[in-house]
């Protein structure tokens, strides 16, 4: 018959198992603590290298993009205020935020022309032009990082991608899949009619209507009634608009 362990055994056992548990606390402590010393060492390292590189940061963008990727991995975010450190050593944060400032006065300078959907491509035109820099030096990093920044405004700022574009949206309004779809269509031509996005989709004409009535009152088309086909087009300045045409009321 096999013995059972006494309560001389069930202490001993527990004990050894209390030691485990310091044991493998105390690794955890000081692994954790290895690693908030290293975080702290690199985050050291990061403000040196801001200062050595402040200019190269400030001027162009692609070195400003990865500068931003490098604090991202330490969870630094220099947009976050502007006060503190970051600030004082780039002034990175006053740079998007008058960034933010003149997306917002293009978007609504242009809202007549395009429904309050413009082109991300035609944004930095703009800004380009406001700035009186060039597109190069504005990268689309910038403007993305920009407007993230205005959503607390709860105005609607986002970007939508429509196809292989990128559409900045200054308005509240909710743009399902059926929308999407047909802005993506409306890239070839300017235009859609509703037998275009009927063959294109398979949809029914009521389908088809409701979508583009929809995307009209919004104010993100134009009819156009004036062909011999009888055919309506329905136009999306979005898609095609040029800066050229817009950038006189933008500035």
């Known amino acids: 018959m096999r013995r059972r362990p006494g309560i001389a055994g069930l202490q001993t ?34 403000e040196e290298f801001a200062r050595k590189h ?44 008058e960034l933010g400032v003149q997306i917002v006065d293009i978007c609504i300078a242009t809202r ?27 990268s689309e990093d910038d403007c993305l990082r920009a407007i993230s920044k205005l959503k607390v405004l709860g105005s609607g700022f986002e970007v939508i991608s429509v196809g292989r574009r990128k559409l900045v949206r200054s308005v509240p309004t909710e743009l399902n899949k059926d929308h999407s779809g047909i802005l993506g269509l409306a890239q070839a031509e300017g235009y859609v009619t509703v037998e275009q996005v009927e063959k294109e ?28 086909d009888g055919k309506r087009r329905y136009w999306f300045p979005c898609v095609t608009i040029n800066s050229d045409t817009i950038g006189g009321e933008a500035k």
């Not at 190269?56 to 006060?83: T, W, Y």
């Not at 082109?119 to 032009?129: T, V």
């Open 13 to 46: 056992a527990a004990a050894t198992r209390d030691q485990f548990r310091l044991v493998g606390e105390n690794v955890a402590k000081v692994r954790t603590d290895v690693m908030k010393e290293q975080l702290a060492t690199f985050r050291s390292q990061l």
């Open 54 to 97: 402040k200019s190269d940061i400030r001027k162009n963008p692609i070195f400003r993009q990865q500068f931003h990727e490098m604090c991202a991995k330490v969870g630094v975010d220099p947009l976050a205020s502007n006060k503190g450190v970051w600030a004082e050593l780039l002034g990175i944060g006053d740079f998007y935020y």
């Open 112 to 138: 007549s022309h395009n429904g309050g959907l413009i082109d991300l491509l035609d944004l930095r035109k703009l800004l380009a032009q406001k700035r009186k820099a060039t597109v190069e030096s504005l």
């Open 201 to 228: 989709f398979s949809w029914s004409t009521g389908r088809a209507v409701d979508a583009l009535e929809t995307l009209l009152k919004e104010g993100l088309a134009m009819i156009d009634d004036g062909h011999r």
